[in-house]
């Protein structure tokens, strides 16, 4: 009586593989618009052929379904986590260095070649008249706006520093999240897959995860064969490093931490204090090579490789933050050594010579005074006050221990002196006192503007430009560099929708090539019925 009703059973698989296949396309519909869903598919085999009785052969037994598969390129995924840590990287450094550019504001009405421009100028006006009390209260005033200049610069780029430093705060605290879902996710999919499923939609989940933080870090992610189960399957394990130690490691997670830098720990001399190191929680040393992390790491620190006297500690080798402010430190220290002492570094060592001081402020008479040695630049005691002559000397007075009290001053402390804050008039013009129509320091001192010999780029205004136009370079190459990783991105990401993205039509096509496979089965469970419902008549009525 059972091989009667065989071809019933054979219908009514057909019947259930169509409505499987149905419900697959019902959800890859579902999910079209789903970030990182990969369309699924039926595994639809022919189900095990029955011998027959009399020996002439098999018979088919129709179909059934023995899973459902997730197209998924497992290459394309690979090589997406590689490109996007040089596209996170690249994108950071494209957005803080048009920040630096922003700030510079060059060329502008108000940067530095226009402020530098006016100080010079009303010298220049000075030299014509140099009794003056107007033209002396403009030098005065000029002087004092190219200092706050410096000040004002060098105190956004530490309130970058700043803002960087929490930025790499918030960035290792998602990467700590990412790695805690991620395994998360591992042990469902591994539960799951234990009883010959396929955690499809968890995989996707999780590779969605990864490739945020592809581009958080360098990381690599991958299975690995660690044995055997029962029934003879790999026993896969899923694995993210980050230069070679395991982040995710399956089950178990080796967070990041962050520590604060002790005060006689900076990398640079010009970082702000309380500057965060990112380690392993476990103590260990982490080597950021990529991603957002390295790119925000390179900018707060980076200062093309410099060694920290004080303790040894080499920056990165990549121009950050500390890298312009160093700079902005030696053209004021510079400047002011070369304005008021006269001092120009003709043999470009860099270093102390004694013959090498020449005509400077320090050696002239103000306006109806016989006091000279007054010093036009100084900086800001520990009271943000402007420092006299006295007191920035601080009892300095062989050559050599006067050119080296310069390296006190910065470009966040460069003043105008207190001397000439309190009185315009002990602005020096005459080499001898009580000449007044005397302005051989004066023109000493207006020179300074053109002296190519002042920096080893050239005269001030060279410096500057010559900084102005690294920062240029540097910003174009991340821009050159961050566009071209987009490019490539995008190429992967369109071959990754192009293999497993959902098509509406080819889903569209395969509703109805399975609704017609479901109807035909129905139909044959019908005609089967009706064949049955004639036999059964005819042989008992």
């Known amino acids: 009586m059972g091989e009667a009703f065989f071809g ?20 890859n519909l579902n999910n079209v618009n789903t970030p990182g869903y990969s369309r699924q598919q039926a595994i ?35 090589k997406y986590w ?7 990287e690249w994108g950071v450094k494209r957005e803080i260095l048009s920040d630096l550019e922003i700030l510079f504001n060059e060329p502008s009405d108000s940067g530095f070649t226009a402020i530098m421009s006016n100080f010079f100028d009303s010298l220049q006006e000075l030299a014509k008249d140099p009794g003056s009390a107007a033209v002396r ?20 780029l530490e309130e970058m520093q700043y803002d960087i430093n929490h930025r790499i705060q918030t960035k290792v605290e998602e990467i700590n999240s990412l790695a805690l879902q991620i395994q998360q996710l591992n042990r469902q999919i591994y539960i799951t897959e234990l009883s ?22 360098n ?6 064969v660690v044995g055997y189960t029962p029934d003879g399957r790999e026993d896969k394990h899923f694995v993210i490093t980050v230069s070679g130690k395991a982040l995710v490691d399956h089950f178990t997670v080796s967070t990041l931490a962050l520590e604060q830098r002790d005060a006689g720990k900076k990398v640079n001399r010009e970082d702000i204090p309380g500057l965060y190191e990112v380690k392993w929680a476990d103590g260990n040393k982490l080597n950021v090579k990529g991603g957002e992390l390295k790119g925000l790491l390179d900018m707060r620190d980076g200062n093309e490789g410099s060694v920290n006297p004080d303790n040894g500690l080499v920056s990165p080798n990549y121009k950050g933050i500390p890298y312009y402010i ?34 400077g402020h320090a050696s002239g008479y103000g306006h109806n005074s016989d006091l000279s040695g007054i010093r036009f630049f100084t900086m800001t005691g520990e009271s943000r006050q402007p420092l006299s002559t006295s007191d920035f000397l601080d009892g300095a007075s062989e050559p050599e221990d006067i050119y080296d009290v310069y390296e006190k001053i910065t470009a966040k402390n460069f003043s105008v002196s207190a001397d000439i804050l309190d009185d315009y008039n002990l602005i020096a013009a005459s080499d001898e006192a009580g000449q007044a129509s005397n302005i051989n320091v004066l023109n000493a001192l207006l020179a300074l503007r053109r002296n190519a010999d002042m920096f080893s ?16 370079i540097d910003s174009q190459q991340a821009g050159n560099y961050s566009d071209n990783q987009k490019i490539v991105i995008d190429q992967i990401v369109n071959r990754r929708l192009s293999y497993s993205g959902v098509s509406i039509d080819e889903e569209m096509a395969n509703l109805v090539k399975f609704q017609h496979a479901y109807n035909a089965a129905a139909k044959m469970i019908q005609t089967i019925s009706e064949i049955y419902e004639t036999l059964i008549n005819e042989l008992f009525v």
């Open 8 to 27: 019933l059973n054979v219908a009514v698989r057909g019947l259930f593989s169509a409505q499987r296949s149905l419900d697959i396309v019902n959800h």
């Open 44 to 78: 639809q085999v022919a189900s095990r052929p029955m011998a027959l009785a009399d020996g002439t052969g098999m018979l088919g037994t129709g179909s059934e379904v023995i899973g459902v598969t997730r197209i998924r390129d497992e290459y394309l995924d690979f």
């Open 82 to 88: 590689s490109e996007a840590m040089s596209y996170g």
């Open 137 to 156: 209260s403009l030098v005065r005033q000029n002087a004092v706006t190219l200092t706050r200049f410096f000040n004002n610069l060098a105190t956004k």
């Open 196 to 217: 010959e499923n396929t955690a499809n939609d968890m995989r996707d989940q999780r590779t969605v995860l990864v490739d945020k933080l592809s581009k958080l870090i």
């Open 219 to 224: 990381i690599e992610a991958y299975e690995v």
């Open 326 to 359: 160093k700079k902005l430190n030696e053209f004021v220290r510079i400047f002011a050594r070369a304005f008021n002492e006269g001092y120009i570094d003709l043999d470009g060592d860099r270093g102390f010579d004694a013959d090498e001081f020449g005509t």
């Open 457 to 472: 780029e050239g005269a001030p205004e060279d410096f500057m430009k010559s900084l102005v136009t690294t920062m240029g």
